[in-house]
């Protein structure tokens, strides 16, 4: 078991310092998944995070209050940002943009589509400028990785927008899931006594908030972050920084007293997604199906359902140790729809379902 938060007001402070543009609607519930958490014989809570307010919820929320608040200290009207035809984080950037009065440009890695749907559909409702640069996130390729940068590169200097990189990986955006750490430990009483903390890793921001929280608050709990791509992708493709890298950057941008020994323990967690980005699978199904049977929440394709499969497989299989106190980070909103390349079909025999999910818990 963790001990309990020894020094919350030094991040309290530090993010009192910070200017931030109010977006979101928080604290966002922290509940306790009390069916689940007897069928795994651990004490699984989540934060929820689905419902931040801004749009129609998700993680974005909480950096994007930090992130626009420096596009306005610099003086920018508009803002440049990339993502999937499935992206959240464009979607919700366009709606913040809307709402303090920015203006949004947002690159699409993708073909356009014939039928406009999902994330994409909310772009176009929101007035959102759209530039597509072909790509296929599901297996993508480092030619058409080098061709969506360059179209970045070109919208950013045609419109003399603020850059904001994909998911919102950037210094600037770290404390928002800082903040969510700090508001977590409050709704616990000041005592942050996860063992585990495990949440969807994608470019790596969110992951790095909370890893930087939990050090400039002296919190012992181990991240696991469950990536919703494949490892080739990460590595080779992307050549995605570790956390590690990110949360150095990010502790030498705000000048915070942390260095390689404050990084808290923590792991990518790959396996889950490694059909591609955005594309369902088995295990994302399964989790989706479980959480909303069994406790009636919904998680969403692409992001938390791949966490939280990953969540259950740690326990079955012992990574995650019985009797654990463990902290599940929705951060999902429920527009995303799963990539069009591919999908998964789901068993027609529902009861079937029912009955093989809660056999292979042992309940």
Same mark, same amino acid.
């Given at each position: 078991?963790?001990?309990?938060?020894?020094?919350?007001?030094?991040?309290?402070?530090?993010?009192?310092?910070?200017?931030?543009?109010?977006?979101?609607?928080?604290?966002?519930?922290?509940?306790?998944?009390?069916?689940?958490?007897?069928?795994?014989?651990?004490?699984?809570?989540?934060?929820?995070?689905?419902?931040?307010?801004?749009?129609?919820?998700?993680?974005?929320?909480?950096?994007?209050?930090?992130?626009?608040?420096?596009?306005?200290?610099?003086?920018?009207?508009?803002?440049?940002?990339?993502?999937?035809?499935?992206?959240?984080?464009?979607?919700?950037?366009?709606?913040?943009?809307?709402?303090?009065?920015?203006?949004?440009?947002? *690159?699409?890695?993708?073909?356009?589509?014939?039928?406009? +749907? &999902?994330? %994409? /559909?909310? #772009?176009?409702?929101?007035?959102?400028?759209?530039?597509?640069?072909?790509?296929?996130?599901?297996?993508?390729?480092?030619?058409?990785?080098?061709?969506?940068?360059?179209?970045?590169?070109?919208?950013?200097?045609?419109?003399?927008?603020?850059?904001?990189?994909?998911?919102?990986?950037?210094?600037?955006?770290?404390?928002?899931?800082?903040?969510?750490?700090?508001?977590?430990?409050?709704?616990?009483?000041?005592?942050?006594?996860?063992?585990?903390? *495990?949440?969807?890793?994608?470019?790596?921001?969110?992951? +790095? &908030?909370? %890893? /930087?929280? #939990?050090?400039?608050?002296?919190?012992?709990?181990?991240?696991?972050?469950?990536?919703?791509?494949?490892?080739?992708?990460?590595?080779?493709?992307?050549?995605?920084?570790?956390?590690?890298?990110?949360?150095?950057?990010?502790?030498?941008?705000?000048?915070?007293?942390?260095?390689?020994?404050?990084?808290?323990?923590?792991?990518?967690?790959?396996?889950?997604?490694?059909?591609?980005?955005?594309?369902?699978?088995?295990?994302?199904?399964?989790?989706?199906?479980?959480?909303?049977?069994?406790?009636?929440?919904?998680?969403?394709?692409?992001?938390?359902?791949?966490?939280?499969?990953?969540?259950?497989?740690?326990?079955?299989?012992?990574?995650?140790?019985?009797?654990?106190?463990?902290?599940?980070?929705?951060?999902?909103?429920?527009?995303?729809?799963?990539?069009?390349?591919?999908?998964?079909?789901?068993?027609?025999?529902?009861?079937?379902?029912?009955?093989?999910?809660?056999?292979?818990?042992?309940?």
């Amino acid at each position: 078991m963790t001990s309990p938060t020894r020094d919350i007001r030094t991040l309290e402070n530090f993010l009192v310092s910070l200017p931030q543009v109010p977006l979101g609607t928080f604290p966002t519930p922290l509940i306790c998944l009390d069916r689940l958490s007897r069928d795994l014989n651990i004490d699984l809570w989540m934060k929820r995070d689905d419902c931040t307010g801004l749009a129609l919820g998700g993680n974005k929320a909480r950096k994007l209050e930090f992130i626009l608040a420096q596009a306005q200290l610099k003086g920018h009207d508009t803002v440049v940002t990339t993502g999937p035809i499935t992206s959240n984080h464009t979607m919700m950037t366009a709606v913040a943009g809307r709402q303090v009065g920015i203006k949004v440009h947002c *690159v699409i890695g993708g073909t356009r589509p014939k039928e406009v +749907t &999902g994330n %994409l /559909l909310l #772009l176009d409702y929101l007035g959102a400028s759209l530039h597509f640069s072909p790509m296929n996130f599901a297996q993508p390729s480092i030619i058409d990785f080098r061709l969506l940068q360059k179209s970045c590169q070109d919208v950013v200097k045609q419109t003399k927008g603020y850059w904001i990189p994909a998911g919102g990986s950037m210094p600037e955006a770290e404390p928002g899931y800082m903040k969510a750490v700090l508001e977590i430990s409050k709704q616990r009483e000041g005592n942050f006594n996860f063992d585990y903390v *495990v949440l969807a890793i994608g470019t790596g921001s969110t992951t +790095t &908030g909370v %890893l /930087l929280g #939990l050090a400039l608050a002296s919190i012992k709990s181990r991240v696991l972050a469950v990536s919703v791509g494949s490892r080739h992708a990460a590595k080779n493709i992307y050549k995605r920084p570790t956390p590690e890298a990110l949360f150095l950057k990010s502790a030498e941008h705000f000048n915070l007293p942390l260095n390689t020994k404050n990084i808290p323990a923590h792991n990518i967690v790959f396996g889950f997604a490694e059909e591609g980005y955005g594309i369902p699978n088995s295990k994302s199904d399964r989790a989706i199906r479980l959480m909303a049977e069994r406790e009636g929440y919904f998680l969403d394709p692409v992001y938390t359902s791949k966490a939280f499969g990953g969540l259950l497989t740690m326990v079955e299989n012992g990574r995650i140790p019985a009797g654990s106190r463990v902290l599940f980070i929705h951060t999902g909103g429920l527009s995303m729809i799963a990539s069009p390349e591919k999908r998964y079909s789901a068993p027609t025999n529902l009861s079937k379902v029912y009955n093989v999910t809660r056999n292979s818990l042992g309940t």
